[in-house]
């Protein structure tokens, strides 16, 4: 990430702990419900959304640059299914923007040329090919290791791992293909709504063996593993109280405030703006196409239906918009490091 995104999420962070005013900064944009994948655990392609033409998607950057927002996370559904995603992400980044995408990898490598307009890329590793692929479908594995092979060395590139009971196995794997390819390794649990996600009670792990699991990646996170997932955000995860429920409207011991609606927010697939993807369908919402997106932004914002969750992605940004110093330190590290093995180029 360059010092002058750095620099405006930061500012506008203490903005807005100073002012209590809503900001984007940090704007997820749902793509595509398609995929050509067929993960165990997600629900988003059987939704069928209909998708915003090209010209809407450009018109919703023009309006996230213009109210304030400096990341634009792309993701689905399977991005790369679209033909007009490396026009979308290539102006996202001339608008001056940080421009990252999920990605399951399967199309990547014949669409390499999207990594010029790209900033940040996180594919999906599950673990070795008989884990991947209990997880994310017959296939996957080979294709999103070609994806890796493809990306490593020429984008700032880290996985995430969904943990299921299926792949609780999965660490040493995932941090030797990290170490070979260059890239750092995230992890999160089972968090999509029952619009989003499917099968959630029957891969679930035991609570034991996840907390176990946590435990040893913040003692490999220690020791210098390339792990980018922060050690707050896992000790989080060690105190959550029911990995069944992944959002609580209550207190939980620990947990940093949600800055979902006031700092960062989810723009679906069809242009309705939720706090975050979690709310999905979950609440009122209205399109950025019906009078703009700060209206959007701003009636979103203005619902509390949760305090906390174990998101990956959320919880960390909480971590971070709270000015938490671990954390924040954490990241930067993680992004340094993440910076030079790109330098560094393709590994032989």
């Known amino acids: ?55 809407d998607v450009l018109k919703l950057i023009d309006q996230a640059a213009a109210a304030g ?49 790209l900033d940040h890329l996180m594919l999906s590793l599950d673990g070795p090919e008989a884990m991947h692929d209990l997880n994310r479908g017959p296939g996957s594995f080979r294709k999103v290791m070609a994806g890796i092979e493809a990306a490593a060395g020429r984008v700032p ?10 792949n609780l196995d999965c660490l040493d794997f995932i941090l030797e293909t990290a170490r070979r390819c260059g890239f750092l390794a995230t992890f999160q649990l089972l968090h999509h709504n029952d619009a989003m996600g499917r099968n959630q009670a029957a891969l679930l792990p035991q609570a034991a063996d996840t907390r176990s699991f946590i435990a040893r990646l913040i003692a490999e996170k220690k020791r210098g593993a390339p792990i980018a997932s922060s050690v707050p955000y896992l000790e989080h995860l060690l105190r959550w109280p029911d990995f069944a429920v992944p959002m609580r409207s209550g207190p939980v011991e620990g947990a940093m405030r949600c800055w979902a609606g006031q700092l960062y927010c989810n723009v679906d697939t069809d242009g309705s703006v939720y706090p975050c993807s979690l709310l999905v369908d979950q609440m009122p919402s209205r399109n950025f196409l019906d009078g703009g997106l700060r209206r959007a932004f701003e009636f979103a914002g203005g619902q509390e239906l949760c305090s906390s969750c174990i998101a990956s992605c959320f919880s960390e940004y909480n971590l971070l918009f709270s000015l938490h110093p671990p954390t924040v330190l954490a990241w930067l590290s993680a992004m340094r490091r993440t910076r030079r093995a790109t330098e560094a180029g393709p590994q032989p």
């Open 157 to 166: 590139l880290w996985t995430i791992t969904v943990l299921t009971k299926h």
């Open 69 to 117: 927002c400096r990341r634009f996370g792309i993701w689905g559904g399977e991005p790369l299914v679209r033909d007009d995603m490396e026009d979308i992400a290539g102006y996202a980044k001339q608008k001056g923007l940080f421009v990252t995408m999920d990605s399951n990898g399967h199309l990547l490598p014949g669409k390499i040329s999207i990594l010029r307009s």
């Open 1 to 55: 990430m360059k010092l002058s995104h750095i620099a405006h999420i930061g500012l506008g962070t203490l903005a807005a702990h100073i002012s209590n005013r809503r900001v984007p900064l940090n704007l997820m944009f749902a793509a595509t419900d398609r995929c050509v994948a067929s993960c165990a655990y997600c629900h988003i392609p059987g939704r069928n959304k209909q998708e915003l033409a090209t010209a």
